[in-house]
């Protein structure tokens, strides 16, 4: 439901309609759409007062609220029609769709984030992690509700939306849900239309669709069941889980979860080398590929790892960890099981916000150890909203730390804020002036030995580099940007985003900069927990560790080649809701499924939820398809892992 400035007037729900030659598909996709106003987001009472802003800059007296509530759903023209008592051609209307849509940037928009219904954001997030494709189906136009959306914080769970300036026939008419339908290749069968109207529920009966209608928001009960809905919900949350009644998974329904929940297996294998397989169903799962086709990957990964071996049983705890001792084993590699078990009870205790709140501050520093898998596992856990994965990965953070030495660091002598972009330009250029010093002073110091470095590390190669360089250390690494305290942390984020993005497709498939894309989506979960005063030390500690990254190859992106990158695709945006992009996405997809090297389904699925936070940047598009390859295990590993 909701107001909109559409000509068209609302087909009959009976006018027949087909989805478009070519785009029905008998394809796995189960999805969810959602009208936005009073649904969604509580805008019709903004609405009104809009309304009453748009009267009151016309030099009129307001509308009973009652009556400008009766327009909703209709589009504006013909709600000032109704409101003012003039044809919808009189040049009064026009006045009042300008004002509106005025008191529309200026009244709703900025209070849309406290507007969302309770229990939405989760609720989403659910669906998602359930392999639920959420699209939205609304009377707005496409941009207002992309802004409303996106101002709500809502925009990244919405993989389609579909506004009345999308199609010829707005609802009640079938149009736009069997546009949805078409362009993710579903069939009514496996979608749901969730809204508060009888338009939204006379729309899912006319395309086929079951339905879900809400109580909390314009229409009354009485209203709403009169249509015939499949479902009536009074909470957002009780529609959830009547969607999740109408689209069960194939096989079993907790296919992802219990996986997530497992612990049979070790966090490592062979050593030092990453358990990834928890990883690789939260990105499948994401990607919405089909629970049994998760499983079967996950199965094949655990007989045979990418590596050529198979992962190794868990083991039991050799001691018990508690408050007073756990900083004693920190990155000494011991005991993953007993850190298990010491985090589960203090989660028992303080809950999960608690838990991270307490021992994540101190473990920031030490986010690039285990080639950042420790804090992938973690992050990625949050994200799937995983206990038990959670818990694995504050375990692996503490067994596997590797400090980066934040406590090193002081503000940069560089003017300005600038950003990422300007600050990694800079250092890329002190290496192209001092390439063969620089170079020969990295192998120098990687080739050394260290007593504070884990013996294991040494099997690594990579794992063993990065190690010595956080250890000692360049004065570059530790020179703190201005841009880190100017700016929110969420404009890092994306700024960060983008750029280590740029430099992965300098060197397309690098091992160490594909872990440095995945690691960012984990360290954006995991700040997004922290206290305010935290959000900005995790994205110093990510700058400082992708510095020591970067340092510890031996080797630095020409500047020209990042600011030639960086320039082809600064203002490239692709438009999401054009079916060549969902195609594309198609295709990346099914080659991750198929591929046994599961970064590139973690590639995909970060890339493809950057893409769409950024509202359709091409440079993550492009990115998406550039896969890795499993490396060549180095001669170290001919020597037996050092337990």
């Known amino acids: 439901m909701t107001t909109t400035t559409s000509q068209s007037a609302p087909a009959p729900a009976d006018t027949a309609w087909t989805v478009p030659a ?75 769709v300008a004002r509106y849509q005025e008191a529309f940037r200026t009244v709703i928009l900025p209070r849309a984030r406290s507007l969302v219904f309770p229990g939405v954001h989760e609720g989403l997030a659910e669906l998602r992690r359930r392999g639920i494709v959420v699209t939205v189906a609304t009377s707005k136009f496409h941009a207002s509700a992309d802004a409303l959306l996106t101002a709500a914080g809502l925009r990244d769970h919405v993989t389609t939306l579909v506004g009345a300036d999308d199609v010829t026939h707005p609802k009640p008419h079938p149009e736009p849900g069997l546009l949805i339908l078409g362009r993710l290749g579903a069939r009514p069968e496996h979608a ?79 050593g030092h080398l990453t358990n990834h397989i928890k990883h690789a169903v939260v990105a499948l799962s994401g990607l919405g590929v ?63 916000t608690g838990l991270l709140r307490s021992y994540v501050p101190r473990l920031l520093a030490g986010w690039a150890g285990a080639l950042q898998h420790a804090t992938i596992h973690l992050g990625w856990a949050l994200d799937a909203g995983n206990r038990r994965m959670a818990i694995e990965g504050l ?17 940069s002598a560089a003017p300005g804020p600038g950003g990422p972009r300007d600050s990694l330009l800079g250092i890329a250029r002190h290496w192209e002036e001092n390439r063969p010093r620089l170079g020969a002073w990295v192998e120098d110091l990687v080739g050394g030995t260290s007593d504070g470095i884990h013996p294991e590390l040494l099997r690594s190669g990579l794992q063993y580099r990065i190690a010595r360089m956080l250890g000692e ?34 060197e397309p498939g690098d091992f160490l900069l594909l872990h440095l894309v995945t690691a960012l989506h984990a360290m954006r979960q995991i700040a997004d927990v922290l206290p305010a005063e935290q959000q900005r030390r ?35 945006m692709d438009d999401p809701d054009d079916p060549r992009w969902a195609r594309e996405w198609d295709w990346h997809i099914a080659r991750a499924v198929e591929e046994e090297e599961e970064h590139n389904a973690k590639l995909v699925y970060v890339m493809r939820e950057l893409w769409r936070r950024s509202g359709g940047r091409s440079v993550y598009r492009v990115a998406a398809g550039q896969f890795t390859t499993t490396p060549e295990l180095p001669h170290t590993f001919e020597q037996p892992p050092v337990d």
């Open 290 to 352: 089909d629970p049994g086709r998760i499983r079967a990957y996950h199965d094949n990964y655990i007989a045979l790892t990418p590596y050529g071996c198979r992962v190794e049983p868990a083991r039991s705890p050799q001691r018990l960890i508690d408050d007073s001792n756990w900083l004693e084993l920190l990155g000494r590699r011991e005991d993953f099981a007993a850190y298990c078990a010491f985090f589960d009870r203090r989660e028992r205790e303080l809950g999960m």
């Open 22 to 96: 070519g785009t029905e598909t008998t394809g796995p996709a189960r999805v969810a759409m959602f009208d936005l106003d009073g649904t969604l987001v509580d805008s019709p009472r903004a609405i009104v007062e809009a309304f009453a802003a748009a009267f009151e800059a016309m030099g009129l007296a307001p509308r009973d609220p009652a009556d400008v509530r009766a327009t909703i759903g209709l589009p504006l023209e013909q709600a000032f029609g109704k409101l003012l008592g003039v044809p919808q051609d009189d040049p009064s209307v026009a006045d009042g």
């Open 473 to 506: 250390g360049h004065p570059q690494m530790y020179e703190t940007p201005s841009w880190i305290d100017a700016q929110d942390p969420d404009a890092s984020w994306d700024q960060l985003a983008h750029l280590v993005t740029v430099l992965y497709l300098t």
């Open 395 to 411: 375990a692996y953070l503490a067994f596997a730390y590797v400090d980066c030495h934040p406590e090193r660091a002081r503000p």
């Open 538 to 572: 995790a994205v110093a500690c990510y700058w400082t560790g992708i510095l020591g990254v970067l340092f510890s190859r031996g080797h630095f992106v020409a500047p020209s080649k990042l600011t030639a990158i960086d320039g082809l695709f600064d203002m490239a």
């Open 192 to 270: 749901v239309m969730v809204g508060d109207t009888t338009h939204d529920l006379k729309m899912a009966a006319a395309a086929g669709l079951a339905s879900v209608a809400v109580t909390y928001g314009v229409h009354e009960r009485a209203e709403l069941e009169a249509v015939s809905p499949t479902h009536v919900a009074d909470t957002f949350a009780q529609a959830v889980e009547q969607i999740l009644t109408v689209l069960p998974a194939e096989g079993d329904t907790r296919t992802v979860e219990s996986l997530l929940d497992d612990s049979t297996y070790h966090i490592e294998f062979n």
